[in-house]
């Protein structure tokens, strides 16, 4: 067997499983909603990294007052109720309002035409008459090469969409960096009529960013990953069939 038919039989095969065992796991939760995520270490899970982030030389020195009851960047008298350490918990305003509009057409017209003629080619084109799997016998040396093509494409694409998103996740400081920077990462799950839907943020704050209430707007976090996604019923109605997607994914047209 060939190596291409091997990895497309490899292919077919896997795509097949993943499709039924998708099935099966959809079974098993008929009438159910979709389990939760278990609660675990951020620093525990598999895909987790500490990151790496562009840092001076020498940090700078903290600032020091003598006598004085108040501590640096305290919003209380005694005591600054703000993240401040790994472990903290602040709350993350996530406010997106995001508009898009797009049209494209696109139109492409192509015409050739070529033709060649070997009247006297060593004599060779005589020759033709012998082969058997030529129509009418030998072909006219004066119109030996006749080739006309015409293509036509046109294109038109048009896309309208606005979203809008507006809530609240908790967020956990998860790395302190050298800097003073502060790592967060926060996810929230909520289920409603069988269908669950989850929002999560990640990225670097800035300790002088969050606010007195212990809370930090989305448009100040640094490499910020914020995600809003779903899973259940509604989902599953919404997205396109496995089969579909193997067929747009194989197919060269």
Known sequence: MQPTKRSLLLLLASTLLSGCQNMLDRMDHINKPPPMAAI???????????MSWPLPETPPPAKQYANSLWQPGARAFFR?????????ILKVNITINDKLQFNNKTEMKRESEETSAANDALGL???????P???GGAPNPASLLDITSDSNTKGTGTIQRQDIVKTQVAAMVTQMLANGNMVIEGKQELTMNNDLREVAVRGV???????????????????ARIT????????????????GQVVDILSPF
């Open 80 to 88: 600054d109720g703000r993240a401040a350490r790994v472990g903290d």
């Open 205 to 223: 704050i800035r300790p002088q960013d969050i606010n007195s209430d212990n809370t930090i707007d989305s448009t100040q976090i640094a490499e």
């Open 125 to 131: 084109e005589r020759k033709l008459k012998i082969i």
């Open 40 to 50: 675990v270490n951020p620093q525990e899970k598999p895909e987790y990294k500490p």
């Open 133 to 135: 799997f030529l129509p």
């Open 228 to 243: 809003y996604s779903g899973r259940g019923q509604l989902q599953n109605a919404q997205q396109q069939r496995w089969g």
